[in-house]
């Protein structure tokens, strides 16, 4: 079975704190995502890597770093945790497929990791 | 600019109704469709996904959805819902190019199936 993996489940940090969320995943997919999930707000694109070392801003990348040194492991960063940023977090990955009939870019999630900032 | 929109935020049903959600999208290119379900407690899962041909696709769990071009819809339907229904439904769209690879998400809608 396809897996990523989210390190924490459940985070409780203080303001300031420099906070890692680690993910995994054993499918050998190309393209990594953290997302953050709000009631009422949906999935909003934090960041996004299609390969090893890039990256690329989504839609709220403010106060969060992300970081894709390995295949496998895309780390989201908050150099210095706020309150507004008590949310869901979900890792992502899918393989990269090509356009035309091929190009159903199908995202497989992890379990999340509910992060709480006091 | 592009965007997905979920009609409903809060939709209560009894068993054996019928559902429809509905999805609409702002994209003026080709795209890739998804519906995506949240279980209480558990993590996002396919239901299905259009990228070309039979506008009528079919998911798992006796799920449907119909892309309609020209009205940039991609409607969920199901003919009669059962409690285990009861989730967190999420249309989502990605454009059909080489970096069109994060998917755009609807605020989502939340469904309750009573008994």
């Known amino acids: 079975d396809v897996k990523v993996t989210q390190s924490s489940r459940y985070l409780v940090k203080r303001t300031g704190e420099k906070v890692f969320l680690e993910c995994v995943q054993d499918?050998?997919?190309?393209?990594m995502f953290w997302y953050r999930q709000d009631p009422g707000l949906g999935l909003r694109l934090i960041y996004f890597s299609y390969d090893v070392k890039m990256k690329e801003k989504g839609d709220i990348p403010e106060g969060y770093s992300v970081s894709r040194e390995k295949k496998e492991r895309f780390s989201l960063i908050l150099e210095s945790a706020s309150t507004n940023q008590t949310s869901m977090y979900l890792c992502a990955s899918s393989p990269r497929v090509g356009t035309g009939s091929t190009g159903a870019n199908v995202l497989t999630f992890g379990a999340g990791s509910r992060l709480t900032v006091l | 600019a592009q965007s997905v929109s979920q009609h409903n935020h809060h939709v209560i049903l009894s068993e054996a109704a019928s559902l429809e959600l509905g999805c609409n999208y702002s994209y003026g290119g080709t795209v890739n469709l998804f519906w995506y379900v949240q279980y209480p407690g558990q993590h996002l899962q396919l239901l299905l996904k259009?990228?070309?041909?039979?506008?009528l696709v079919k998911g798992i769990k006796g799920f449907e959805a119909e892309f309609i071009k020209s009205k940039f819809s991609f409607n969920l339907r199901k003919p009669s819902v059962q409690w285990s229904d009861t989730a967190e439904y999420f249309c989502a769209v990605n454009e059909d190019s080489n970096s069109g690879y994060a998917l755009n998400f609807g605020k989502g809608t939340s469904l309750l199936v009573t008994p």
């Open positions: 499918m050998d997919h190309e393209n």
């Open positions: 259009y990228f070309s041909g039979d506008p």
